[in-house]
């Protein structure tokens, strides 16, 4: 019986220094985000919870789904980050956990578009992930915007992954998209569809291709005011 004992006793402080040993270097807490700026109909719920209005200055805590209506927007404030949720958007803040040398957040985009910006927290490294059903943009210290489908980067650089994990690096510029199943597309190729103007007016007699070239016509120059 006293053998048994000590064994047992031996295995539960060897249970403890193990616990120890696992929670000791990351010392994980969950962190908390704030709203700092609200326009139009904003609203929060917690799980399973009832929505409530959303209000300058609440704070979001890690399993908080936000929705935004027609005309809305919210900036929330992640640390140093920022992220600007816009009008028909629904997101959840899955996870929000700050470590002793990172913060790690983990968005998931249910529909509309969202533009980040990921900024180092008092030296620490941000580990930034925004998910959708369709593609992950995983990124460190950078601007971009993402609809869960397309993606263009304003500063930085951002790795663009489909559901079966293959991914493309973008770039300050540059934009991608993830369709179904299909690789991430190759931002270069995206750039050259943009650049590339044909200079048929109309399709042929009939219709199964394109006109003759046209020595004149017009081009409209759409400029879109941030």
Known sequence: MRGRLIRFIRLGVLVCALSATVASPAQAQQAQAQITALSGRVELRNGAAEWRSAEVGGVITAGTTISTGFGAEAVIRIGESSLQVRELTRMTLED????????????????????????????????????????????????????????????GLVSITNRLGKHKSVRRGQSSKVEGFKPPQNPKDIAFKLLNVSPYTSRDETGAGPGKPSGYGLVVVRILWE
């Open 96 to 155: 929000l956990v700050e470590r002793e040398d990172s913060i790690d957040t983990d968005l998931f985009l249910r529909v509309g578009r969202v533009r980040s910006e990921v900024r180092t927290t008092r030296g620490l490294q941000n580990n930034f992930q925004l998910r959708s059903t369709q593609a992950t943009a995983a990124v460190r210290g950078t601007s971009f915007d993402f609809d869960g489908i397309n993606l263009h980067v304003n500063e």
